[in-house]
Antibody
Framework: QVHLVESGAEVKKPGASVKVSCRAS????????IQWVRQAPGQGLEWMGW????????KYSQRFQGRVTMTRDASASTAYMELSSLTSEDTAMYFC?????????????????WGQGSLVTVSS | QSVLTQPPSASGTPGQRVTISCSGS????????ANWYQQLPGTAPKLLIYSTNQRPSGVPDRFSGSKSGTSASLAVSGLQSEDEADYYC???????????FGGGTKLTVL
């Protein structure tokens, strides 16, 4: 069975960076995109970007361009999302998810398996 | 302000049929397929509908999706108490060149 397990909660100071990991199991990591989505407390879902598990090809939301870096270690079936220059507005639950339909260089908006989420709190 | 517009709330009584709308434009819903997610409190979202009207295995056929022009809809028939959750639509936006989510609809079972 497919599982995505994210790293634990983090507390960061404004201006710092955070790196969240997402370890996948139960499927061939290199055949799928991993998507990253965040959700601020009491708010809706916000797409951050994707990375292909095999090629490492990435695409980032314009909103986070220049501040987010997504990488992967295919040998460990793990994807990473690093967000820099944190502010209090980055306090959120960060989810990774497997893309059901993405192919080539394009992900889709259909995410069939999700991690449990990693809470990032930015506070001075 | 979300690119995709959903009503903030919807409600129904057990057994009823409820529809949630997702209004967009020609650059998103109008030209791409819609996807729907259910999020129970304190949990990760769950894919309910993909490619506008396809259900992943395990999703009851009480849930159905459709699209007309620049709007998509999620219908929940035979409403049950466990359907009380937040529902989100999502799709690709050709203008933004990225994925977009609706603002979410809180479904209450009265």
């Amino acid at each position: 069975q497919v599982h995505l397990v994210e790293s634990g909660a983090e507390v960061k100071k404004p201006g710092a960076s955070v790196k969240v990991s997402c370890r996948a199991s139960g499927y061939t990591f290199t055949r799928y995109f991993i998507q990253w989505v965040r959700q601020a407390p009491g708010q809706g879902l916000e797409w951050m970007g994707w990375i292909h598990g095999g090629s490492g090809y990435t695409k980032y939301s314009q909103r986070f361009q220049g501040r987010v870096t997504m990488t992967r270690d295919a040998s460990a079936s793990t994807a990473y999302m690093e967000l820099s220059s944190l502010t209090s507005e980055d306090t959120a639950m960060y989810f990774c998810a497997r893309d059901l339909l993405g192919a080539g260089n394009y992900g889709s908006a259909a995410f069939d398996y999700w991690g449990q989420g990693s809470l990032v709190t930015v506070s001075s | 302000q979300s690119v995709l517009t959903q009503p903030p709330s919807a409600s129904g009584t057990p057994g009823q049929r409820v529809t949630i709308s997702c209004s967009g434009s020609s650059s998103n819903i109008g030209g791409n397929t819609a996807n729907w997610y259910q999020q129970l409190p304190g949990t990760a979202p769950k894919l309910l509908i993909y490619s506008t009207n396809q259900r992943p295995s395990g999703v009851p056929d009480r849930f159905s999706g459709s699209k007309s022009g620049t709007s998509a809809s999620l219908a929940v028939s035979g409403l049950q108490s466990e359907d009380e959750a937040d529902y989100y639509c999502a799709t690709w936006d050709d203008s933004l060149k990225g994925l977009v989510f609706g603002g979410g609809t809180k479904l209450t079972v009265l």
